[in-house]
Antibody, heavy 121, light 107 residues
Framework: EVHLLESGGDLVQPGGSLRLSCAAS????????MSWVRQAPGKGLEWVST????????HYADSVRGRFTISRDNSKNTLYLQMNSLRVEDTAVYYC??????????????WGQGTLVTVSS | DIQMTQSPSTLSASVGDRVTITCRAS??????LAWYQQKPGKAPNLLIY???SLESGVPSRFSGSGSETEFTLTISSLKPDDFATYYC?????????FGQGTKLEIK
């Protein structure tokens, strides 16, 4: 059974940093693409970043490029999101998601329960 | 970026009703569209991919159709468990983008 467990969410001041983790189990983590998707309070879903399983290529939303870094440790079956220069508008629940390749791109077939990041002074 | 627009934003319906949610893309996305269901305080759950392919374990009362820029999610006969928010997502090109969501409420 696929299981994704996020951690690391916290209250942080604007300009601060935070690292989110996502522990994965139940599938061959090293070969599969993984993503982070966020949801601001009362709002919709926003894709944040993706790291490919095959070659480690990374992709970022314009809103976080240059501030956030996605990475993975295949030996630990863990996905990370390093978040720097945090802004109030980064406040959201951050979901880790397992991607499935759909010929042209990825859709998310499993999601973690989410971890809340609050950016406020 | 490809914009995804869902309608309606809110839909009120009763148990047993047949309901349809529409998702429009700002440009052609061929058949690369997924639908998710999200309940309050929970993570989204994949329902449908490639427009009409039902994810394993998803009840057959859910179905999807469409192509290019216009797509629909239909629930043939609403169950109490179906009242939730639904999102479409295109995966034709990066960045993947979601619709703003359709909240399905009990009438």
């Amino acid at each position: 059974e696929v299981h994704l467990l996020e951690s690391g969410g916290d209250l942080v001041q604007p300009g601060g940093s935070l690292r989110l983790s996502c522990a994965a189990s139940g599938f061959t983590f090293s070969s599969l693409t993984m993503s982070w998707v966020r949801q601001a309070p009362g709002k919709g879903l926003e894709w944040v970043s993706t790291v490919a399983g095959s070659n480690g290529d990374t992709h970022y939303a314009d809103s976080v490029r240059g501030r956030f870094t996605i990475s993975r440790d295949n030996s630990k079956n863990t996905l990370y999101l390093q978040m720097n220069s945090l802004r109030v508008e980064d406040t959201a629940v951050y979901y880790c998601a397992k991607d499935r390749w759909g010929s042209s791109g990825w859709f998310k077939d499993y999601w973690g329960q989410g971890t809340l990041v609050t950016v406020s002074s | 970026d490809i914009q995804m627009t869902q309608s309606p934003s809110t839909l009120s319906a009763s148990v047993g009703d047949r309901v349809t949610i529409t998702c429009r893309a700002s440009q052609s996305i061929s058949s690369w569209l997924a639908w998710y269901q999200q309940k309050p305080g929970k993570a989204p759950n994949l329902l449908i991919y490639k427009v009409s392919s039902l994810e394993s374990g998803v009840p057959s009362r859910f179905s999807g159709s469409g192509s290019e820029t216009e797509f629909t999610l239909t629930i043939s006969s609403l169950k109490p468990d179906d009242f939730a928010t639904y999102y479409c997502q295109q995966y034709n090109s990066l960045p993947p983008t979601f619709g703003q969501g359709t909240k399905l409420e009990i009438k």
